[in-house]
T-cell receptor, first 113, second 114 residues
Framework: DGGITQSPKYLFRKEGQNVTLSCEQN?????MYWYRQDPGQGLRLIYY???????QKGDIAEGYSVSREKKESFPLTVTSAQKNPTAFYLC????????????FGSGTRLTVV | AQSVTQPDIHITVSEGASLELRCNYS??????LFWYVQSPGQGLQLLLK??????LVQGIKGFEAEFKRSQSSFNLRKPSVHWSDAAEYFC????????????FGKGTTLSVSS
């Protein structure tokens, strides 16, 4: 079955460390997105990519980086520059942009210890 | 800039009762509007979307939503709530067809009492 897979489901990071969250989709979707979810804050856009080898900053890109070397993969790196990284991270994809609606992964919960 | 507001943080409804979740958007023209649902610890699932035409749209799981331009609202409704509907609900907006990504409201948590 086609879908979007995020791994790991839970991730613990020590302060000062970089960590990479994986997002893979086998839906042949062109567009992919990373959102951060905090309690009572809804979803905030970190980065998005509309096509391979291209990506754009969202509203809260500081302290994060991404790459889009393959159509099916859009990993997110949380760097040590991100001051408050503890959150639930959601990856989504869509066939050709947000009008098509998103397919979401199950999320990764990142905790800084 | 476009934005979306969900005025209710938490709502409790008795099983079998009707439900209405409020969503207000801020945008000059007619936006593209969506409702998503999220079960605890999971990703989001699309319930329905409105682009144009009939202002009452039907979605999955028995949900519907009505677009009211005069009130800048896109409220989600269900005639009879089931215990499995307990979840968090998000309204989202896209300003125009060239918009790059959805903007989400802060969500409304629905609890269902027996």
């Amino acid at each position: 079955d086609g879908g979007i897979t995020q791994s790991p489901k839970y991730l613990f990071r020590k302060e000062g460390q970089n960590v990479t969250l994986s997002c893979e989709q086998n839906l042949n979707h062109d567009a992919m997105y990373w959102y951060r979810q905090d309690p009572g804050q809804g979803l905030r856009l970190i980065y998005y990519s509309q096509i391979v080898n291209d990506f754009q900053k969202g509203d809260i890109a500081e302290g994060y980086s991404v790459s889009r070397e393959k159509k099916e993969s859009f990993p997110l790196t949380v760097t040590s520059a991100q001051k408050n990284p503890t959150a639930f991270y959601l990856c989504a994809s869509s066939p050709d942009g947000p009008l098509s609606g998103y397919t979401f992964g199950s999320g990764t919960r990142l905790t800084v210890v | 800039a476009q934005s979306v507001t969900q005025p209710d943080i938490h709502i409790t409804v008795s099983e079998g009762a009707s439900l209405e979740l409020r969503c207000n958007y801020s945008y000059g023209a007619t936006p593209y509007l969506f409702w998503y649902v999220q079960s605890p610890g999971q990703g989001l699932q699309l319930l329905l979307k409105y682009f144009s035409g009939d202002t009452l749209v039907q979605g999955i799981k028995g949900f519907e939503a009505e677009f009211k331009r005069s009130q800048s609202s896109f409220n989600l409704r269900k005639p009879s709530v089931h215990w499995s509907d307990a979840a968090e609900y998000f309204c989202a907006v896209l300003a125009n067809q060239a918009g790059t990504a959805l903007i989400f409201g802060k969500g409304t948590t629905l609890s269902v009492s027996s």
